[in-house]
Each structure stands twice: as structure tokens, then as C-alpha cells.
């Protein structure tokens, strides 16, 4: 199982360095009433955040953002934050903080 899970994380980071060199990073926004958005406006702003995303190409994704109280805390991937912060200028989002993850852990990793 060991080599199993050695070849997985080769295989991840070669993939990462074939891709070209990326990051992830968490973004804080603060929307007043974030909490308060409806389905159809929260569908407006997703729609909004992609086609900004398409429009700078393949380098920086978005994966997933949380909305909590006043405040959406996105997930990017990216090669930097100077592209995450064009992204929130052209979309007309905030993003009052860029921080990139410099590790992760969860339950699992009490268990290593």
C-alpha cells in the first residue's frame, strides 16, 4: 500500500509540474448579506466568475468557494496571486484577502 500511495503523490506532482507551476489559494470576500443571497443570485455570480475565468485562460481554476455570514472564501488554483486579483478586478469581486495554502490536513492525517 505504501508504494502504491508513493507512485500516486510521483504521479500528482509530476502531473503539477507538466501542467506548469501552480498554487492554491484561498480568497476572502466580503459581500454584505452574503448569507442572504438567493439560489438565482448566487447562479448570477457563478456565471459571472467563469466567464471572467475563461477569458484568462486555463491557468487559474476555480474550484470551490464557501459562503459564510458576510464572507465567500474561495478555493483557486493559480500560478499566482497577481491573476486571482485581475480575475476579482474584472469580475467586480472583492477580494480583500490572498493567501496561499501551504498545507492541508483533516482527519487523515491523524491517522499517518
Known amino acids: 500500500m505504501r508504494n502504491s500511495l508513493s507512485a500516486f503523490i510521483l504521479m500528482l506532482a509530476s502531473t503539477a509540474a507538466f501542467a506548469g507551476e501552480s498554487h492554491q489559494y484561498i480568497i476572502e470576500r466580503t459581500i454584505p448579506g452574503a ?3 438567493t439560489p438565482a443570485e448566487l447562479k448570477s455570480i457563478s456565471q459571472k466568475s467563469r466567464a471572467v475565468l475563461e477569458s ?3 491557468e487559474i481554476v476555480w474550484q470551490q468557494s464557501y ?3 458576510d464572507k465567500f472564501y474561495c478555493v483557486y488554483e493559480a500560478p499566482n496571486k ?3 486579483a485581475k480575475h476579482a478586478k474584472l ?3 472583492p477580494a480583500d484577502k490572498i493567501v496561499e495554502v501551504s498545507g492541508i490536513i ?3 492525517t491523524a491517522a499517518q
Open 106 to 108: 483533516g482527519p487523515q
Open 56 to 58: 484568462l485562460g486555463p
Open 67 to 69: 459562503v459564510a455570514e
Open 82 to 84: 497577481e491573476i486571482i
Open 91 to 93: 469580475g467586480g469581486f
Open 35 to 37: 448569507q442572504n443571497l
